[in-house]
């Protein structure tokens, strides 16, 4: 079990010193049942209701149980990175060092302002990186993951051990969680807001990251995303702005590439505004999308659960999350300078998030809820954008060895770009 570790090139500098090692953590929620019974769970119309427990790189320790077979051996004095990702299907998870600061150093591949933490809230699908020196006495210590925002509290241990620490096993006195309900939503908001860009830090470049000025930038476009649960002939959807997405029998991208769209799905059946209307309609959704337009989207959660999204082909420049409902007033409090470039954003009960992004990236794109359930039941959406030059500039051609299917199965392959 792990994860694609990604390092910079040798010529990109990284804005910390190289650590002595680099461990990968998968945090998670985990049910009891298997993939194959959920589905039909869910295929049923019903929910998968709430998990069973925390998982940290697929085990589930417990304090004083059973030796657990050590996650990180570290040396003293030493620092190490910690590549953190919650790979569960749901649950908001807040992880914690016993004994030891965590420096924030990298955020969905964004290198970020390095503040310190004793404990970091992670949404469905998000990604970190930190730095945890090695600067306690030796012997073993817990890495604690703990469930946030959740009716069932739950958490899960693993042991970061001393290479010198002789077995000396780790205190019972777990590190507490941070606060729950409203006082928790604050904390996690007043977290998130310090997370800040480093300006002067490169990232896939050698140029700074802070040489690009989003916060000068004219938007061009704003798109409200408003999710809602609903009943359709008794089974359970969810959706966005009134549509749940169902998938074609064509896949979307082929459809349009083959220029049969028309036959396969309708554009824009998701509106830039949601309406009060509680009707929904369930239908393939791809909201047609001008190449390099600058645009802001917002997502609106009535809901009384946190929601998190994520954007397939595009960062994103988080910029503001507040309660309430957004309007364009709103927009004097966005973080128009250092915000945070990443591909998922979270929302807090009856709240709002904004991120802006340039459009730059032509193809199909799925934007989705980060949790399971709800995008398998349609809570998503694809941004079809096109390149008016057909220009392999800007989108390869169709692979020659992909295989057809649906309605454009047996048909000769369009022009290619050139």
Known sequence: MGMLQIHSRDLIPVPFDTPADEFAVLLGDWYNKGHKTLKKILDSGATIGLPNGIHINGQSGKVGSAPLTPLAIVEPGKTYRYRVCNVGLRTSINFRFQSHIMKLVEVEG??????????LDLHAGQ??????????????????????????PLSSVAIIRYANGKGAPASPELPPPP??????????VNQFRSYRWNLTASAARPNPQGSYHYGKINITRTIKIANSRYQVNGKL????????????ETPLKLAEYFGLADKAFNYDLVKDEPSNDKKVVLAPSVVNATFRN???????????????????????????????????????NYNLLDAVS????????????????????????????????????????????LSPARSLRDEYNIPLTQQLCGIVQNLPKPTPYS
């Open 294 to 332: 600058f645009v802001e989207i917002i997502f609106e959660n009535n809901e009384n659960t946190i929601q998190t999204w994520h954007l397939d082909g595009y960062s994103f420049f988080a910029v503001a999350i507040e309660a309430g409902k957004w309007n364009p007033e709103k927009r004097k």
């Open 342 to 385: 990443r591909h998922t954003i979270h929302v807090y009960p009856k709240s709002w998030a904004a991120v802006m992004t340039t459009l730059d990236n032509a193809g199909m794109w799925n934007l989705r809820s980060d949790m399971a359930e709800r995008a398998y039941l349609g809570q998503q959406l694809y941004f079809s954008v």
């Open 110 to 119: 964004s290198h970020t302002v390095q503040n310190v933490y004793d404990s």
């Open 237 to 248: 959807r969810f959706g966005i702005n009134g549509v749940s997405h169902i998938e074609s």
């Open 179 to 188: 606060p729950e309900n409203t006082a928790g939503i604050a904390w996690s």
């Open 127 to 152: 990604c970190v990186s930190v730095l945890v020196t090695a600067d306690q006495a030796p012997k073993d210590y817990y890495l604690v993951a703990s469930s946030r925002f959740s009716k069932k």
